[in-house]
């Protein structure tokens, strides 16, 4: 089942500040020209119930790729994270999921898609990326978010992290 591909629209998702759909490409992307001096939290949420229910095992499926700025002059680690998760009771609770194969540039980010520090370059070109969902997420209730996160002073492309073709089956 496909859950967004935003070529049309919204596709029910919700996002707020740094999140934007490109009406040309019809995908999501979160991303500033403009440096932050604190810490932010940004959602791209589907807040549609998905029944999994009857499902022994799912699988999310999704393009993500990260545009760093490598050149940022701060010797401050930027620790700018996307983070993908799942919800099994309709978004009171999130499970952060990660996927088993990291693209190029990723194997040290932990559970969680990672920017670079000055000099030092973790930009990846679009990957298609499957995770296996955990059985807290596959019920009645599923639904999906990517998070954006950073904490330090930082200055991520326009558009830094972007995300399109988002499937469950």
């Known amino acids: 089942m496909t859950i967004a591909t935003w070529t049309s629209g919204d596709d029910g998702w919700t996002y707020s500040g740094l999140w934007s759909r490109d009406t040309a490409s019809g995908w999501m992307n979160a991303g500033s020209t403009i440096s932050y001096s604190s810490s932010y939290t940004q959602n791209l949420t589907y807040g549609t119930n998905v029944d999994l229910s009857a499902c022994k095992a799912s699988t999310l499926h999704f393009s993500v790729r990260l545009q760093d700025d490598p050149t940022y002059g701060s010797k401050t680690d930027k620790s700018e994270r996307l983070y993908v998760m799942c919800s099994g009771d309709g978004g009171t ?53 990517f998070q954006a996160k950073g904490e330090n002073v930082w200055n991520l492309l326009d558009p830094g992290w972007s995300v399109d073709t988002v499937s469950v089956n």
Do not use: E, H, M
């Open 93 to 145: 609770t999130w499970n952060t999921i990660a996927p088993s194969t990291w693209p190029a540039n990723q194997s040290d980010c932990g559970t969680f898609f990672c920017s670079g520090t000055n000099s030092y370059d973790r930009s990846f070109p679009w990957t298609d990326v499957s995770i296996s969902l955990p059985a807290a997420c596959i019920t009645a209730k599923a639904r999906f978010r």
